[in-house]
């Protein structure tokens, strides 16, 4: 990224100028941060097909049928989440309300946005880190370290001899259980479930009142997450901030921790 070029000169003076910022997250900002992704050639649905391992039916007859696998899964997705710290990307963010009103849109289930210190932060697809109940009735937030514990948990019983479908859930009771008098699952909007609300309609609202949208590591083609683009007024600018390109006017390939620190000092300073 050239940061003297011209398409970064004009988003930093968009930037400077804005008076409502919406910064909109997808899997490359974690990415950065150890976590994989889960659409990319390498990505977690490469490996473990969606219609099995994010359903809640497809998940709960693949742990009876084969909890080694769902096993190997939850340590796949967890291991990282519970390892995973901020990168300069997400603090860039959390300076920039020094500034601005800022608000997070993401679609990562992490928590790391609000580790970083950013306040308003709209979890489109829930966390994994806020365990509900019924009718996703909020119980109580989970560590890092208390997910930590459940990824060792599995690593240790996945292992052992006659390792089976009640060994799985003695494992996994912290973050989940069904039953008739007790259930509780991480607050994650799975395959075929409704957004995560109220901060999808949140969401809505903060783009449709913005007058400048970040998005970062994210295709914007993702439905329903993509919608919100369509819901950022015309007048507003559109800032892309990934590798690869994305949706956006203006176009800062790199990675998020490199170009928004840099996007944020050039537009407000140090």
Not at 105 to 130: F, K, P
Not at 162 to 187: K, N, S, V
Request: hydrophobic share 45%; with cysteine.
């Amino acid at each position: 990224m050239d940061q003297n070029s011209a398409v970064f000169q004009m988003a930093a003076n968009r930037l400077r100028q804005a008076t409502g910022v919406v910064v909109f997250t997808g899997a490359g900002m974690s990415a950065e941060s150890g976590i994989p992704t889960f659409r990319d050639a390498e990505g977690l649905w490469h490996q473990f097909p969606p219609q099995r391992f994010a359903t809640l039916p497809g998940l709960l007859a693949s742990a009876v049928a084969q909890p080694r696998r769902v096993a190997e899964f939850l340590i796949a997705l967890l291991g990282p989440i519970a390892c995973a710290r901020p990168n300069p990307g997400h603090l860039a963010i959390a300076r920039l309300e020094a500034h601005k009103p800022v608000v997070v849109v993401t679609q990562n289930i992490d928590g790391l946005h609000q580790q970083a210190g950013s306040s308003t932060v709209y979890e489109i697809h829930g966390s994994m880190l806020r365990i509900v109940g019924r009718g996703r009735r909020p119980l109580r937030r989970l560590s890092r370290a208390e997910l930590a514990t459940v990824v060792d948990d599995l690593r240790e019983v996945i292992g052992s001899r006659g390792f089976a479908f009640p060994q799985l859930l003695r494992a996994i009771e912290p973050i989940f259980a069904t039953g008739i008098t007790h259930y509780h699952r991480p607050d994650v909007v799975l395959f075929g479930e409704t957004m995560a609300e109220p901060d999808w309609s949140q969401a809505i609202t903060a783009v449709q009142n913005c007058d400048c949208l970040i998005a970062v590591g994210t295709s914007g083609t993702v439905m329903p997450a993509a919608a919100l683009l369509d819901e950022v007024p015309q007048q507003a600018t559109v800032i892309n901030i990934d590798p690869a390109g994305g949706p956006g006017e203006l176009q800062l390939r790199g990675p998020a921790g490199t170009v928004l620190p840099a996007l944020v000092e050039a537009a407000c300073g140090p």
